[in-house]
């Protein structure tokens, strides 16, 4: 049971680069979020995802995209890299009951 | 001002000291949450309160609805106890999404 992978861990990219990075989940949660974390700022919500096939905006989703096609996985799409999107990302997986939010252990990108 | 605000930014202690870390919101809340992000960045959901307190182990947290105020305490610090300490609530008109503060950095001497 290995609960939220993300992959890649590290990357760096140059500006107007694309990348997807990763999120899958092994604990059947319908729930799925992607954060941004940057410093002297708390998590920020990207996009987040109630059921396989449905995603929604969060509090800054300009410049990525998401997708859901298969419920243990969610992506997370840069289609033209910015320096302003160098941050560490984290995703999380919950129950709709909510319970708690599990994460996964983060991608740490950075755009030259 | 941020909906959710922690106190304070920086923390250092001795091994051995209690702590209280806070957190302060100004929306109405379903529940909050305190999570532990260790120095690797790995991040742990430690509590979920929707009133009163909770224990683990030396870990208590605590919430008063009316006062819109949140404290975690840490009783006999250690080192290994060194991480940030993160509030977020989940808002009654947002669903499962949570709203996070900027986190306590807690740093534990021996």
């Known amino acids: 049971n290995a609960g939220v992978t993300q992959t890649p861990k590290f990357r760096v990219l140059k500006t107007g680069q694309s990348m997807t990075l990763l999120c899958a989940q092994d604990m059947n949660h319908e729930y799925m979020y992607w954060y941004r974390q940057d410093p002297g700022m708390g998590l920020r919500l990207i996009h987040y995802s109630v059921g396989e096939g449905t995603t929604a905006k969060g509090e800054v989703p300009d410049g990525y995209n998401v997708s859901r096609l298969k419920k243990q996985n969610f992506l997370l799409g840069l289609e033209s890299a910015a320096p302003s999107q160098t941050s560490v990302y984290f995703c999380?997986?919950?129950?709709?009951?909510?319970?708690?939010?599990?994460f996964g252990a983060g991608t740490r990108l950075s755009v030259l | 001002k941020n909906e959710v605000e922690q106190s304070p930014q920086n923390l250092t202690a001795q091994e051995g000291e209690f702590i209280t870390i806070n957190c302060s919101y100004s929306v109405g809340i379903s529940a909050l949450h305190w999570l532990q992000q260790h120095p690797g960045g790995g991040i742990v959901s430690l509590f979920m309160l929707s009133s009163g307190k909770k224990k683990h182990g030396r870990l208590i947290a605590t919430i008063n609805i009316q006062e819109k105020h949140s404290s975690l305490h840490i009783t006999a610090s250690h080192p290994r106890d060194s991480a940030v300490y993160i509030c977020a609530v989940r808002m009654k008109t947002s669903g499962s999404r949570l709203t996070f503060g900027e986190g306590t950095q807690l740093t534990v001497n021996p």
């Open positions: 999380a997986s919950s129950y709709p009951n909510y319970q708690g939010q599990y």
